[in-house]
């Protein structure tokens, strides 16, 4: 008996017919390493991909189920991917032998516990769901990889939705957005395909398991197109709109993004819905870049001071420290290090002049020429620390003029 660790028997037999299809036709294909394309590493068993794994891993997953010399292939496998994976697969693939068993009792006992750990520490709160939304779950981050629950750009602007959905409980959208990553592959890909199935099965097990949730299914819109939103967010910030986030995809309810939305639909006379809709592309299509106010556009650091600005009270701060490990004030500059420098060489030249009669010993002039050089150093670094803070000043300045901060 498998054990399956929670997830449902539909869930198990999704994976395992997406990875191989059945024991026919693992037995009659895959019992050896193939190399599935892409950066693909050589692959054996239930979908173990050799090349994204390290040789102690392979060592722990696969001792005692293969032989010594298969061993070695399968460790030799490690960190192959891409041209380079084919290769090796062309060389080695036929000399290793999985048998079915083998490659389920690897896949119950390692890579179903281990992607669910993954899974959980990615996507807080998916191990409390249903066996089968679960289950669906542990397939796409076995498939797509568990990190992108939390990775950037619009790639994975779906799988960062659902792990928010997971955590506030608003499973009945995780279906549509299931089917929105259909987009990233052609749709006679069995990925594309995948995704369907896993769809119709959260559903199945939304049913099951949240009934609350499968009532909601019917009036909960499809999820807006990831591409089409990082395009609108791109246009709304060539416009002047840069109050809005990062141009990831995601439009996340009461959000940054949507804030934008409605400041765009409120200024060119939209209904004020944060929806993507014909009307707010045709406006963002013909739309002028936002004006800056001329009092903004000339404004000062004194002004950005006098708006008690964040940035500016730190940057402050800091120079005025910096002034005071220099030895001078807050302005520093060329002027300023001549003058400072010029003092100093001054300082030592009259004290050598004043003990040249005294007959100091050589170890005593060095004792002095260290603390010198240690001074020069300090100051050095509070002239460094100034200019640094000076920079971020200016580039507050700048961002205000243009219209970026507030």
Known sequence: MLDLHGISRAAFDLVIAEEVTSEAVYNRRYRGLEYPGGQSGPTGGIGYDFGTQS????????????????????KGAAGVRGDRAASYVRRYGHMVDISWEVALEEFCERELPHYLEVLEH?????????????????????????????KGGPRYAEMREIRACVARGDLAKIPGLIRSMKRLWPSTNGVYKRREHEALLFEQGLKQSHPEQHAKLATTPPPPDPDVVAQVQQRLRDLGYFDLGAVDGHLAEK??????????????DLPLTPDIDDDL???????????????????????????????????????????????????????????????????????????????????????????????????????????????????????YRAGKNT
Request: with cysteine.
């Open 281 to 399: 592309l045709a406006a963002l299509a013909r739309a002028e870049p936002r004006q800056v106010a001329p009092a903004r556009e000339q404004a000062t650091v004194q002004d950005l001071r006098e708006q008690k600005v964040e940035t500016i009270s730190l940057t402050d701060q800091v120079k005025g420290w910096a002034g005071k490990m220099f030895g001078g004030s807050t302005g520093l500059g060329g002027a300023g290090l001549l003058a400072w420098l010029t003092d100093k060489a001054t300082a030592v030249s009259g004290a050598r002049d004043a003990v040249s009669g005294l007959g100091i010993p050589a170890q005593v002039w060095i004792w002095l020429c260290a603390a010198v050089l240690v001074l020069a150093v300090v100051a050095g670094c509070a002239v460094l620390v100034w200019l640094v803070a000076h920079k971020i000043e200016l580039k507050r300045l700048a961002d």
């Open 55 to 74: 040789a102690a891993r392979i060592e722990a997953d696969w001792r005692g189920r293969v032989s010594e010399a298969e061993l070695k292939i399968l």
């Open 255 to 268: 959000g940054r993004t949507e804030s934008a939305i409605l400041a765009f639909r409120h200024e060119h």
């Open 122 to 150: 990615y996507c807080p709160g998916a191990s409390a769901l249903g066996p089968d939304c679960k289950g669906v779950l542990w397939s796409i981050a076995y498939n797509r990889d568990a990190s992108g629950f939390v």
